[in-house]
């Protein structure tokens, strides 16, 4: 592993089912963020960790739950999907949470809800 | 409340210069980033201002006014391969980056 890693990469996904999406890096950072990205808006934050064991709300956290066991892993959980979480989803992580420390990104997830 | 504006597509020729410009309005501010994010992948960093000025790197320059909220990116020797979106994100009193939209940027032969 080199960087930060998402899996999968794209899913579908049927509305109700639970569902979460891995990211793991392997640089140390201590902060990790959780993204989507939808057509026409920006990057909008869901849950943030600044470090391991803690975790906090972005702008749009409703209907998302993460947890931060370690510094490496950061889950993004979906206890129940609805179709307007179709959205690609991006992990990113930085030395720490303030400044010049510049967020480093996953692949992406692409996930369809129907 | 918080805004990012910047234009939604922009067309330059290759080889020549392009200027992308954003404005922004945040609750307090920590410095401003820009990424370039190509169709499908994930963004990734092209520059970070903090003071008023000019920042140069290579082919790509990053302007910042914090007293106009305002910045702007410049490329220089436009490449086919610089066709992307650009994003720009200033980082509020919070240390959260809060993102524009992005300038889509198509270069042409």
């Known amino acids: 592993i080199a960087g930060i890693t998402q899996a999968p990469t794209s899913q579908i996904l049927a509305a109700g089912r639970r569902m979460t999406l891995r990211c793991t890096q392997d640089?140390?950072?201590?902060?990790m963020y959780w993204y989507r990205q939808d057509l026409g808006l920006g990057l909008r934050l869901i849950h943030y960790?600044?470090?391991?064991?803690?975790?906090g709300k972005g702008e749009v956290p409703d209907g998302y739950s993460v947890s931060r066991a370690n510094t490496d892993d950061f889950p993004l959980t979906l206890a129940s999907a609805v179709p307007s979480q179709t959205s690609v989803y991006f992990c990113?992580?930085?030395?720490?949470?303030?400044?010049?420390?510049?967020?480093?990104f996953g692949a992406g997830s692409r996930l369809t809800v129907l | 409340g918080q805004n990012i504006d910047q234009p939604t597509e922009m067309t330059a020729t290759e080889g020549a210069i392009v200027q992308i410009n954003c404005t922004y309005q945040?609750?307090?501010?920590?410095?401003l980033f820009w990424y370039q994010q190509h169709a499908g992948e994930a963004p990734t960093f092209l520059s970070y201002?903090?003071l008023d000025g000019l920042e140069e790197k290579g082919r790509f320059s990053s302007f910042l006014s914090r007293s106009k909220g305002y910045s702007y990116l410049l490329l220089k020797e436009l490449q086919m391969k610089d066709s992307a979106s650009y994003l720009c994100?200033?980082?509020?009193?919070?240390?959260?980056?809060?993102w524009g939209a992005g300038t889509k940027l198509i270069i042409k032969p």
């Open positions: 640089m140390r950072h201590n902060a």
């Open positions: 990113a992580s930085s030395e720490d949470s303030s400044g010049a420390n510049v967020p480093t």
């Open positions: 945040t609750s307090g501010f920590n410095g």
């Open positions: 960790s600044n470090t391991a064991g803690t975790t």
């Open positions: 201002n903090v």
């Open positions: 994100a200033p980082m509020d009193s919070n240390y959260q980056l809060i």
